[in-house]
T-cell receptor, first 113, second 114 residues
């Protein structure tokens, strides 16, 4: 069974900092990996999806990298803003036939002005 | 835009009641999922469905059942609610089983069982 670990569990930074959120997973046979954002009491919003054949994917100030063989993914957030405050979840899609997402417990990010 | 809606944002039920949580998606997605989210445990998959009338167990199906009679609607049923089923329930859908698929999530239902 896929095990997903996210480090750090929580992060509090001043506005403007560049951030690194880490995700590791035990089974490298993944189809893809998604990064999600969750605001308090809300559902999840997909931020980035990286295919297993890709090394990185970018969207605005977000950049996600994937090293499938070592079971790691990293989410970089450039020039952080208070509106980035949320919980960030990584989810590799793994499975024999249909595949499914396995979630980490997330990194809770607070960006203060 | 894909829209996944859940019938209730908050729900309070009593132990032993039968509880129905409804999820509807409006984008003709083939796959639908039910998760529960608990502090310290993260999201755990309860059941999923890849077609009408088809269902597969996830990691924690005990105490739950599901129904998918129409493509757009996926219901989660708590046959006899218990206090340990107090949780946030999240529904999701995706178009089909491809490497490019993204799961789209509803806003969640926070269920309290007394």
């Amino acid at each position: 069974k896929q095990e997903v670990t996210q480090i750090p569990a929580a992060l509090s930074v001043p506005e403007g900092e560049n951030l690194v959120l880490n995700c590791s997973f035990t089974d490298s046979a993944i189809y893809n990996l998604q990064w999600f954002r969750q605001d308090p009491g809300k559902g999840l919003t997909s931020l980035l999806l990286i295919q297993s054949s890709q090394r990185e994917q970018t969207s605005g100030r977000l950049n996600a990298s994937l090293d499938k063989s070592s079971g790691r993914s990293t989410l970089y957030i450039a020039a952080s803003q208070p509106g980035d405050s949320a919980t960030y979840l990584c989810a590799p899609r793994t499975g024999s036939t249909l595949g499914r997402l396995y979630f980490g417990r997330g990194t809770q990010l607070t960006v203060w002005p | 835009d894909v829209k996944v809606t859940q019938s209730s944002r908050y729900l309070v039920k009593r132990t032993g009641e039968k509880v129905f949580l409804e999820c509807v998606q409006d984008m003709d997605h083939e796959n639908m999922f039910w998760y529960r989210q608990d502090p310290g445990l993260g999201l755990r998959l309860i059941y999923f469905s890849y077609d009408v009338k088809m269902k597969e167990k996830g990691d924690i199906p005990e105490g739950y059942s599901v129904s998918r009679e129409k493509k757009e609607r996926f219901s989660l049923i708590l046959e006899s609610a218990s206090t340990n089923q107090t949780s946030m329930y999240l529904c999701a859908s995706s178009l089909r089983w491809t490497a490019q698929e993204t799961q789209y999530f509803g806003p969640g239902t926070r269920l309290l069982v007394l």
